[in-house]
């Protein structure tokens, strides 16, 4: 008896392997995740605040300092105004009621 109780107490020869090498992963994942966070941080520093075109437009001739610039979307606006409308009103040929014939 005292044989099988000694066999059962003892650790097997893989216990206790994978804790530093599982640290040494751990720990070397973190190093680069904080190598890569620097690296984003120093990226987004040089995007700039807005990607809208800058307001200052030279004009090539002096004629172009006095014309008038459309108002931004006046294009569509006009576009919209000349477009066919999409639901017409009803005619006045027909009647109104769909059962009603004449």
């Known amino acids: 008896m005292n044989l099988l109780a000694e066999a059962s107490n003892q650790l097997p020869e893989d216990v206790g392997k994978a804790g530093p090498i599982g640290l040494l992963l751990i720990v070397l994942l973190l190093i680069v995740t904080a190598f890569l ?19 200052v437009v030279v004009p090539d001739d ?41």
């Open 62 to 102: 002096a004629s172009e300092l006095f014309e008038e610039k459309p108002q931004p979307g006046q294009d569509l606006l006009d576009t919209l105004r000349r477009a066919p409308l999409a639901i017409e009103p009803p005619r006045d040929d027909r009647p109104a009621d769909p059962d009603v014939r004449g």
């Open 37 to 55: 966070v620097k690296s984003m941080g120093r990226h987004l520093k040089r995007v700039p605040a807005s990607f809208d075109p800058p307001e």
